[in-house]
């Protein structure tokens, strides 16, 4: 079965930093295409980043520049590095593996909050 | 990147049937066949309902359907039953590149 752990959030103030991890289990974590999804308080899920199997990486304008998405295929991690945070980036952070061109798992996820 | 177009609430009763559309551009629903359908319950992490605009994942019922027609995708629930009270969301691929979701449906069974 497919398990995918977050955890890395927590509260930060304006312009500060945060990285978030997300451990997985029960899939073939080097061959998979990997994404962060996010969702604010009330709001429908906004993708972020996504990092293919060849370290490939794409982000959405709305973090471009500001958050790095990574992978330690040795340990089976996905990270995502969130630098400049801003109060519009407090939401759940999802752990996602794409396949078949859909979201097809997703971790529990970890709450970021930004606020002073 | 703007939002996928969907209607904010549909509503239907039991055994009835109800369709959720989902419009886009030719950047991305009219681009591919790779629209994808999502269930959320409150509290609840979303769940793949339809991938590859009409297909489903094992385990999800067949009253669950999937279209497209130009830049435009389409849930369909047929049967109607309490449980399947809901927001639903699409979304596609834009340009093969990045995703984008619907601003999600919110599903009534009166």
């Known amino acids: 079965e497919v398990y995918l752990a977050e955890s890395g959030g927590g509260l930060v103030q304006p312009g500060g930093s945060l990285r978030l991890s997300c451990a997985a289990s029960?899939?073939?974590?080097?061959?998979?295409?990997m994404n962060w999804v996010r969702q604010a308080p009330g709001k429908g899920p906004e993708w972020i980043a996504n990092?293919?199997?060849?370290?490939?990486?794409d982000y959405a304008d709305s973090v471009k520049g500001r958050f790095t998405i990574s992978r330690d295929n040795g340990k089976n991690s996905l990270y995502l590095q969130m630098d400049r945070l801003r109060d519009e980036d407090t939401a759940v952070y999802y752990c996602v593996r794409d396949e078949a061109w859909a979201f097809q798992n997703w971790g529990q996820g970890t709450l970021v909050t930004v606020s002073a | 990147q703007s939002a996928l177009t969907q209607p904010p609430s549909v509503s239907g009763s039991p055994g009835q049937s109800v369709y959720i559309s989902c419009t886009g551009t030719s950047s991305d629903i009219g681009g591919s066949n790779r629209v994808s359908w999502y269930q959320q319950t409150p509290g609840s992490v979303p769940k793949l309902l339809i991938y590859e605009v009409s297909n489903r994942p094992s385990g999800v019922p067949d009253r669950f359907s999937g279209s497209k027609s130009v830049n435009t995708a389409s849930l369909t629930i047929s049967g109607l039953q309490a449980e399947d009270e809901a927001v639903y969301y699409c979304t596609s691929p834009r340009r093969g590149v990045t995703w984008v979701f619907g601003g999600g449906t919110k599903l009534t069974v009166l």
């Open positions: 990092i293919g199997s060849g370290f490939n990486t």
């Open positions: 029960g899939l073939p974590f080097d061959r998979c295409h």
